[in-house]
């Protein structure tokens, strides 16, 4: 367990969210004081132990109360990838990253230098990266804007840069695909698996570079701890092909893994764009956040799946 020296008060955005959520339980019980930022009013009071306040991103408003004797900033908030992209929709995905980035930005602005905040621990994502079957990849890749999920995750790092110019230090998580208990992936691909009907997309192939929501957790705290700068892909380090995936996950709910892959012109027929979140592979290493000392708590995926599903 990480041991922090004085009561450090974080102030999070997207504290309701699945992540968050796990994030505040865990700060709490290490002693920590939280703050976090919802969009909806009737969330300001929703988390035990915690203090919410409002901000409205759309329209650049917020209780900038929010930031009275915060250390660390934990920048989680973002419209979820998982809802149909239409061209909207793609704008929410995009606008929420940004908006509340610079929205934070103004709001210490305001203050004039009259905060205590060291730091901030923005979360990113492994969709930076362009799709490889092949080639393991690692924080120092050349990225470009080369498709849509690429374009919205690096202008999103770019805007967390900004903290730069206040001598706060930036801390960018690239996340892979969070295994939890109560949403993400595994709560989607759970039913069908269970009905014999798991099966994965295109080849199978694809890197899918997974992470225990412990370690997500984890990580975002020794982050703190260590006061580490820089960007930490924030995967486990076993990666594994989709098939494995599906296979791990159906064993994990002891059912067979029967169903054949779903084939990819009929992936990308249903999705549209949105077909390259389970056709993509990436398969992203972890050596920078081990060679900092973090010691997973899940490295193996039928462990993780085992303990998800538990
Ligand atoms: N889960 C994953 O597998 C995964 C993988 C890679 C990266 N990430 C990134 O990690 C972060 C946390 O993930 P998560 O799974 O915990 O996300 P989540 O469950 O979707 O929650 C994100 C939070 O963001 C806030 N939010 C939603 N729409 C918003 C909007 N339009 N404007 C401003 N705020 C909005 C909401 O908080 P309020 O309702 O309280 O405002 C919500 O609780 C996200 O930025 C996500 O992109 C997640």
Known sequence: MLIFEKKMKLLITGATGLVGIQLVKKAISQGMMIHYLTTQASKIQSIEGAKGFHWDPSRMIIDIDCFSGVDVIIHLAGASISKRWTNRYKKII????IDTTRLLINGLNLLKGNHCVEQIVSASAIGIYPSDFKNSVSETF???????????????????????????KITKLRIGLVLARN???????????FFCLGAAFGSGNQGQSWI????????????IKKQLIGNFNTVAPNPVSQSIFISALAKALKRPHIFPPIPKYFTKMIL????????DSHWVSSKKILG??????FDKINNALKEVLK
């Open 94 to 97: 995009l606008s929420s990253r």
């Open 272 to 279: 549209g764009d949105m077909s390259s979140l389970v056709l």
């Open 212 to 223: 225990h929501m412990s370690d997500v957790v984890g990580i975002i705290l020794f982050c």
């Open 292 to 297: 900092k000392g973090y010691k997973f708590q």
């Open 183 to 193: 949403g993400g992936v595994v709560a989607t691909l759970k039913i069908p698996t």
């Open 142 to 168: 050349d990225v470009s804007k080369d498709s849509f999920m690429q374009n919205v995750v690096m202008n999103w790092e770019e805007e967390v840069d900004v903290f730069e110019t206040m001598n706060i």
